[in-house]
Antibody
């Protein structure tokens, strides 16, 4: 079964940091582009960042550039999102997704999502 | 910018339904494919891929779902709505970065 499982979320103070992890199984992780997508509670979807198969290319939405870092460890079939200088507006469910059709960035599957709450 | 309409769509089981998505930029690639994907987020669940390249059904997606359109205007159609189709539908452009989603269309049973 193709599966993505996120971990590492929780309550973080403004200005704080947190690292999300995503464990992948059931597919060839090392040959897949991967992305993070977030969803503020009750709101729509927002793409956050993606990373090429070998980690040589990384792209970010403007609102997180310089604060978030996407990375991967193909030996561990794992994807990460290091989130620094967190703001209240970063509060959201964060989904790890595989780009099953890389050319059009079609996301499948999606993880179950992990909640990051930025609040004092 | 991806703009969806309507925001909310009450539907009757067995009847057809359609959702519109308009892009502020052309999403037709030189290879002939439209770089538009559609997702469904059922209540309490993660989103799931329905359609990619504008009209290709993802694996396991029932054939009552279809995607159409080209350039800047796209449509997701459901030929006969079933109760399990309720949720929020999102279109997404995959042509340029940053990737972006429409605001969503909530489908509910009348």
């Amino acid at each position: 079964d193709v599966q993505l499982v996120e971990s590492g979320g929780g309550l973080v103070p403004p200005g704080g940091s947190v690292r999300l992890s995503c464990a992948a199984s059931g597919f060839s992780f090392s040959t897949s582009w991967m992305s993070w997508v977030r969803q503020a509670p009750g709101k729509g979807l927002e793409w956050v960042a993606n990373i090429k198969e070998d980690g040589s290319e990384k792209y970010y939405v403007d609102s997180v550039k310089g604060r978030f870092t996407i990375s991967r460890d193909n030996a561990k079939n794992s994807l990460y999102l290091q989130m620094n200088s967190l703001r209240a507006e970063d509060t959201a469910f964060y989904y790890c997704v595989r780009e099953v059709v890389a050319a059009t960035h079609a996301f499948d599957p999606w993880g179950q999502g992990i909640l990051v709450t930025v609040s004092s | 910018v991806m703009t969806q309409s309507p925001l909310s769509l009450p539907v009757t089981p067995g009847e057809p339904a359609s959702i519109s998505c308009r892009s502020s930029q052309r999403l037709l690639h030189s290879n002939g494919y439209n770089y538009v994907n559609w997702y469904l987020q059922k209540p309490g669940q993660s989103p799931q891929l329905l359609i990619y390249f504008g009209s290709n059904r993802a694996s396991g997606v029932p054939d009552r779902f279809s995607g159409s359109g080209s350039g800047t205007d796209f449509t997701l159609s459901i030929s006969r709505v079933e109760a399990e189709d309720v949720g929020v539908y999102y279109c997404m452009q995959g042509l340029g970065l940053p990737l972006s989603f429409g605001g969503g269309t909530r489908v509910e049973i009348k």
